[in-house]
T-cell receptor, first 115, second 115 residues
């Protein structure tokens, strides 16, 4: 059963701590993405990766870091430098193409709350 | 830079009534366009997408959307709404080659269905 899994569903963090959100996909997709969702602001792109061992900053990368050591996995670390990390985080994946639009498929999300 | 505007933050319709959710985009060339739906606390599910060809696109759950280049619009429609359609709807625009396969999302329209 192919899909994208994110864990945990809910995550609580104390101020000053780093925390890592997991994203795994078994769709054999090359590209993976991390978005942040806040009420009334839609989705904003944090980081994306089009191939293993390569990733690019999105629109709001400050305070976040990622790695892409395996095709299936794209973990996101929310560092203590992120000023307002409480949000809903969504991971997505797609098959990128030069001349065909890739469709992004989303995981169920992780809700991070900073206490 | 590409952008998406969803002018209606909230819409309420009666069950069985028709629905139209508005989406206007800004992009320098022919865009890739998407509509996604999100239930509370869940990830995004793709409803439909436009890449090229027929400007009237059919999607899942009885939804359709029409691409109108002259109006820079991609409005989502459904002839008869069901109570289960209550959710948040996001329009997104994607860049073609060279755009890094990034999607830009609108801020969403929250749909409430009255029984």
């Amino acid at each position: 059963d192919g899909g994208i899994t994110q864990s945990p569903k809910y995550l609580f963090r104390k101020e000053g701590q780093n925390v890592t959100l997991s994203c795994e996909q078994n769709l054999n997709h090359d590209a993976m993405y991390w978005y942040r969702q806040d009420p009334g602001q839609g989705l904003r792109l944090i980081y994306y990766s089009q191939i293993v061992n390569d990733f690019q900053k999105g629109d709001i990368a400050e305070g976040y870091s990622v790695s892409r050591e395996k095709k299936e996995s794209f973990p996101l670390t929310v560092t203590s430098a992120q000023k307002n990390p409480t949000a809903f985080y969504l991971c997505a994946s797609s098959i990128p193409g030069d001349y065909t639009a890739d469709t992004q498929y989303f995981g169920p999300g992780t809700r991070l709350t900073v206490l | 830079a590409q952008s998406v505007t969803q002018p209606d933050i909230h819409i309420t319709v009666s069950e069985g009534a028709s629905l139209e959710l508005r989406c206007n985009y800004s992009y320098g060339a022919t865009p890739y366009l998407f509509w996604y739906v999100q239930s509370p606390g869940q990830g995004l599910q793709l409803l439909l997408k436009y890449f090229s060809g027929d400007t009237l696109v059919q999607g899942i759950k009885g939804f359709e959307a029409e691409f109108k280049r002259s109006q820079s619009s991609f409005n989502l429609r459904k002839p008869s709404v069901h109570w289960s359609d209550a959710a948040e709807y996001f329009c997104a625009v994607g860049a073609r080659k060279g755009g890094g396969n990034k999607l830009t999302f609108g801020t969403g329209t929250q749909l409430k269905v009255e029984l």
